[in-house]
């Protein structure tokens, strides 16, 4: 499933074209992998966030996706180094896979494990002693709500 596949109606076209320009023109002038890393987070999180758009069907979900958004730019101004970028970008994307769970799971069935990946975010975040970490623990439940999201959209039609 890509922004691109999920995007019937074209209205996400040069949104997605504008963020893989980002990608491009930012990587110009990263001077370290690590910068480089944080560009790639943010512009998934960019992406995930035409994803859940688009499926979001009801209007449920955008006033949601616009704060994650406005986290990701408001904690880029106090970050300090790439790594707590790749942290902040890490977080952003974990918390729109999560929205995009949420928009796929429509008996409800997901919610408990959704919400659980999200403690677990959160739990951990308490115990993280540096960006490092919570580079891990983002990208960690990324993964978990990714086999979430996954088991959801095997075999559907929207894919």
């Given at each position: 499933?890509?922004?691109?596949?999920?995007?019937?109606?074209?209205a996400?076209?040069?949104?997605?074209?504008?963020?893989l320009?980002?990608?491009?023109?930012?990587?110009?002038?990263?001077?370290?992998?690590?910068?480089?890393?944080?560009?790639?987070?943010?512009r998934?999180?960019?992406?995930?966030?035409?994803?859940?758009?688009?499926?979001?069907?009801?209007?449920?979900?955008?006033?949601?996706?616009?704060?994650?958004?406005?986290?990701?730019?408001?904690?880029?101004?106090?970050?300090?180094?790439?790594?707590?970028?790749?942290?902040?970008g890490?977080?952003?994307?974990?918390?729109l896979?999560?929205?995009?769970?949420?928009?796929?799971?429509?008996?409800?069935?997901?919610?408990?494990?959704?919400?659980?990946?999200?403690?677990?975010?959160?739990?951990n975040?308490?115990?993280?002693?540096?960006?490092?970490?919570?580079?891990?623990?983002?990208?960690?439940?990324?993964?978990?709500?990714?086999?979430v999201?996954?088991?959801?959209?095997?075999?559907?039609?929207?894919?």
């Amino acid at each position: 499933m890509t922004a691109y596949e999920l995007d019937g109606a074209g209205a996400y076209g040069s949104v997605v074209d504008g963020v893989l320009t980002s990608l491009e023109t930012n990587d110009d002038y990263c001077e370290s992998a690590l910068q480089q890393a944080a560009n790639g987070f943010y512009r998934c999180a960019e992406l995930l966030a035409v994803i859940a758009y688009e499926l979001d069907d009801t209007g449920t979900y955008g006033s949601i996706v616009d704060g994650v958004l406005t986290s990701l730019g408001t904690n880029d101004d106090y970050c300090e180094s790439a790594l707590q970028q790749s942290a902040n970008g890490a977080y952003r994307c974990a918390e729109l896979l999560a929205i995009i769970a949420y928009a796929l799971d429509y008996t409800g069935e997901d919610a408990p494990a959704i919400e659980g990946i999200l403690e677990s975010l959160e739990s951990n975040d308490e115990r993280c002693e540096s960006a490092q970490q919570q580079i891990v623990n983002g990208t960690y439940r990324c993964v978990e709500l990714l086999a979430v999201i996954a088991r959801r959209v095997e075999g559907s039609a929207r894919i």
